[in-house]
């Protein structure tokens, strides 16, 4: 599909103008995403999305999540990751989406957040996250990004999944390591 260059907006016009543009402009990016299958072509769609850096480039993104293409999928959570600022502004819904794979998905891309909200956003999820592996996926970042602001949220989904034969051991890992300051 090719890319049609728009007039820049007049002076005279307001932002809002300018922002329907760009809303249009990730919209149909993110169709022609969806149906290109040539990898160039789709990393040329990608960088033109990552240019924008905004909330409906992030949104377009993020709907690509769901998609079959695990190739898709990922070079999405890539770009969203390469967006922090953006991404922090869909991250809330991908989190509580009703698809867990969703959730899960959406815990890789809470790993390029800063610190402080990576914490804030996963601690958030396992307050009251009811799927083991998206709880595992959860503490497999806060493994790496974790700080102490996580640590009640993770005893909490310890003692709600003492059962599972791999969560527990992960989070007394984390756990130990945050306790030991590393």
Do not use: W, Y
Not at 4 to 26: G, I, L, Q, Y
Not at 67 to 81: F, K, P
Not at 136 to 159: K, Q, S, Y
């Amino acid at each position: 599909m090719p890319l049609v260059r728009r007039d820049p907006p007049h002076p005279t016009e307001n932002t809002t103008a300018s922002e329907s543009d760009r809303v249009e402009a990730s919209h149909d990016l993110g169709l022609a995403l969806g149906a290109e299958k040539d990898l160039r072509r789709r990393e040329a769609l990608l960088a033109k999305l990552l240019a924008l850096s905004d909330v409906s480039a992030a949104a377009v993104l993020a709907r690509h999540l769901r998609s079959e293409d695990a190739g898709l999928r990922n070079a999405c959570i890539e770009t969203l990751q390469a967006m922090p600022t953006a991404a922090a502004l869909v991250l809330p819904d991908l989190l509580s989406d009703p698809d867990p794979d969703v959730r899960l998905l959406a815990t890789e891309i809470v790993r390029a957040q800063p610190t402080e909200t990576a914490n804030r956003l996963l601690a958030a999820l396992l307050d009251g996250e009811t799927h083991p592996n998206v709880c595992g996926a959860a503490v497999e970042v806060l493994a790496e990004v974790g700080t102490a602001e996580a640590v009640p949220a993770l005893r909490a989904v310890r003692t709600r999944f003492a059962s599972e034969a791999f969560l527990p051991l992960a989070i007394d890992t984390v756990l130990t390591r945050l306790a030991s300051g590393r």
